[in-house]
Nanobody, 124 residues
Framework: QVQLVESGGGLVQAGGSLRLSCALK????????MGWFRQAPGKEREFVAA????????NYADSVKGRFTISRPDAKDTVYLQKNSLTPEDTAVYYC?????????????????WGKGALVTVSS
């Protein structure tokens, strides 16, 4: 059974930091590009960040550049999203996704696998 298991969500004050983790189970992690998306209350899901197989290339939404960092130590079969300088606008359910096609990662339209989501709430 294939699973993406997210952890690390929670409540944090504005200006604070939080790290999300996502473990891929049931598939060979190193063969997948990994990404993070988020959906704020009343809004559509949006792309946040992605990292290619091997980790040499990353892509970020403009709204998080310079504040969020995606990484993937393949030995742990896990992708991380380090989030710094958080604002209330970052409040959302964050979803992890995996797909073998790097070029469609930012669209989120054809991900092979999705996690169930982790709620992040940033208080002002």
């Amino acid at each position: 059974q294939v699973q993406l298991v997210e952890s690390g969500g929670g409540l944090v004050q504005a200006g604070g930091s939080l790290r999300l983790s996502c473990a891929l189970k049931g598939r060979t992690f190193a063969t997948y590009a990994m990404g993070w998306f988020r959906q704020a209350p009343g809004k559509e899901r949006e792309f946040v960040a992605a990292i290619i197989r091997g980790g040499a290339t990353t892509n970020y939404a403009d709204s998080v550049k310079g504040r969020f960092t995606i990484s993937r130590p393949d030995a742990k079969d896990t992708v991380y999203l380090q989030k710094n300088s958080l604002t209330p606008e970052d409040t959302a359910v964050y979803y992890c996704a995996a797909d073998q096609n790097w070029f469609t990662m930012d669209s989120g339209s054809s991900m092979a696998y999705w996690g169930k989501g982790a709620l992040v709430t940033v208080s002002s």
